[in-house]
């Protein structure tokens, strides 16, 4: 049997490690711009903890990670995400 190895990745804001899949990935996308939970290009991972995603600094560590600015629409899209996690019972 072959055991699955789960990805690692750093959360942007609490610096913890996490599976992969359990993280909320935004990537800046080489011909799309920023994306959600795809795309390919430079990534920045946050964990779905409130304290992380609701955190009042989160698109600055975002902008820093990626390395870029975030478009409106990106936000737009960010926020209605997060505000999904809010609205799922933990
Ligand atoms: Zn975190």
Redesign the pocket.
Known sequence: MIRQIPVLRV??????T?DRKNLLKITKDYTQGIMLQKGMGRSAY????K???SDSKIKKKLQKALKTSLEPEFVEIFEKEITSYNNYPH
């Open positions: 959360c942007i804001s609490c610096r913890k996490y946050i964990c779905k903890s304290k992380c995603y």
